[in-house]
């Protein structure tokens, strides 16, 4: 069991039995958890106070009848503790993992065999860990059963407000863990010592560090709104089948489209995405959204499923109303609306719409971000965040007023929706011969796009800052509201990468038809990340945990 579970903390971070988890508080032991293992000398303390090694020392205090005796060791022990908390330090990875959760906003207590005097001088000498981090701090002073009884798991869950069933007791003893059994938690063993191998029976989690134990935590805590962060998709698009050799173009990290080879010469390329904002253009968004990701391979968009799901409450009106206006934008962009499905559903509070667009183009003219090539110039049409600033506009005008912007400024801005299309240009890029990749930005702005267009084609790139434009009415929003525009989401702008001796012409034929186009940078070697550079300086490249849109509240 011990060894299972240890493989499920490398592999599939589940409990057992395959099951998903989710955790809203965490509990710590102490000595040995939180601190590094081997300040206290436990054979010499036993030897101390006469304690047989297989007694824990409590134990053995407790079960004695004398109380000037009882008195003495406990003295011993207390000045052990004592000295051994004026020489602790954190254990490895135990101030990066307290800082985590306390930026997560994850409850933590701390529950201890040790006295609340040894506790406070370790703490003393850990400046890296605030004591006032946690929520509780349970030590053998309080009249509960210390462990591997529960009780002080249970009394941790109450001070917390937490549900026992949704916290993680970690600690690297036995007792640790069948006191978390005990209560109902989910259980995690430190190894610190990988040599000794084995564990706890029954332990959920089995780590050799609490680096690793960060890792394991993480899937169980909410996820941020917005995309699934880069990191997470990737491992969950790891386990996918990719052996089919009709699969052209599969799921990936950058990847917005798949293409399917069905007749030998001509592929299908497939896309589909949720529309969860702009409720007032959700037809146009199912439309554009989905089509722009098929543009962005070379192919030309034809066919479009959408599911449809509105709250109860909704009106027939309503729902006839959203398929026509999707009939409309589908005719105006030249796609057929061949099928779908909709439905009244208590699983939504607000209309919900997915589509699903099918396009199709030669093999041979299939734009596969896998073709990107060293020295490849980066061409950025219209301008940084085009979506987020017209969503901004038209969702958080009283909030715009008040910092500041003119009526006339918000309604310009707000405008700025009907330009999330990217079709025309990406139109103009397949018919260009060294284009050779293009990505359309789309959630978390151009920082994320870029990174996602260099995972995508397996490139290390580098962009100059000082040359990427941005709208004077983005500047105003994002200045207003306290936010960046290269973490905001920026559909309607589109990154090609050109051949060098093609991209002047590809930027003259764009721009010909009235759309802007700028070279923001370059394609690099082999290898992965974006260099980034200011005026000839280097920086970083900017990069944002979620949409900024999302930081804003109505």
Known sequence: MADQAADRTVRVPYLAGGRPFKLAGVIFDFDGTL?????LDFAALHTAVGCPREIGLLEFLAQLSDPEARAAKEAILLDAEVEAAERCRPNEGAAELVAFLRESRVPMAIITRNSRLAVDVAFEHMPEIDEGWFGAVLTRDLPVNPKPFPDGVRLAAERLGVAEETLLMVGDHDFDIEA??????MTMFLRNNPRA??????ADFIVESLAEARQIIRYGLPLPVGKLPADLLERSLAGIDATDPSVLVGAAVGEDAAAVDVAGAEVVV????PITLAVDSMARYTVLVNANDI???????KWLLSTLLFPPGSSASEVLAMTRDIQAECAACGIALCGGHTEISDAVTRPLVVGMVAGTALRAQLIDKRGMREGDRIVLTKRVAVEGTGLIAREFGPQLTVAGLSRAEIDKAAGFL???GILEEARIARSVPGVSAMHDVTEGGLATAVRELGAAGGRRLRLHLDRIPVYAETRRICQALELEPLGLIGSGSLLIACSPDQAGGLAVAIKAEGIE?????????EGEGVEAFDNGTQVEWPYFERDEVSRLSR
């Not at 543009?295 to 968009?301: D, E, V």
């Not at 186009?517 to 070697?525: N, R, S």
Request: hydrophobic share 30%; no cysteine; charged share 20%.
């Open 270 to 273: 497939l896309a589909s995405d």
């Open 295 to 301: 543009a962005t391979t070379g192919a030309n968009p």
């Open 180 to 185: 978390g059994r005990r209560a109902g938690t």
């Open 517 to 525: 186009a700028t070279d923001i940078g370059e394609v690099l070697h």
């Open 418 to 420: 009907e330009r999330i």
């Open 197 to 202: 191998g084995g564990g706890p029976a029954g």
């Open 35 to 39: 601190t590094e293992p081997g300040a």
